[in-house]
């Protein structure tokens, strides 16, 4: 065991039992390999989302304004 090992043995020792959880959490989320953390609640929603998107045809805005002024409005083109 290398001196490192020890001194980090014994400041482990010296804390207090209900402060372990903390360096327990740390100590796991260290030896993770990079990447492979859960995901969160935030990227699962955004990967529903994007399952769920679906391309959408170009729309022509001034033939729907015109559409919808002719249906509200009851007017008729004069063109």
């Given at each position: 065991?290398?001196?490192?090992?020890?001194?980090?043995?014994?400041?482990?020792?010296?804390?207090?039992?209900?402060?372990?959880?903390?360096?327990?959490?740390?100590?796991?989320?260290?030896?993770?390999?990079?990447?492979?953390?859960?995901?969160?609640?935030?990227?699962?929603?955004?990967?529903?989302l994007?399952?769920?998107?679906?391309?959408?045809?170009?729309?022509?805005?001034?033939?729907?304004?015109?559409?919808?002024?002719?249906?509200?409005?009851?007017?008729?083109n004069?063109?």
């Amino acid at each position: 065991m290398t001196t490192l090992n020890k001194d980090a043995i014994n400041l482990l020792k010296q804390i207090p039992e209900n402060k372990l959880y903390f360096i327990n959490h740390i100590t796991e989320s260290i030896g993770e390999p990079y990447g492979t953390e859960p995901q969160s609640a935030k990227d699962k929603a955004f990967e529903e989302l994007e399952s769920l998107r679906r391309k959408v045809p170009q729309i022509d805005y001034d033939k729907e304004l015109e559409s919808y002024r002719e249906e509200k409005f009851e007017t008729v083109n004069l063109d």
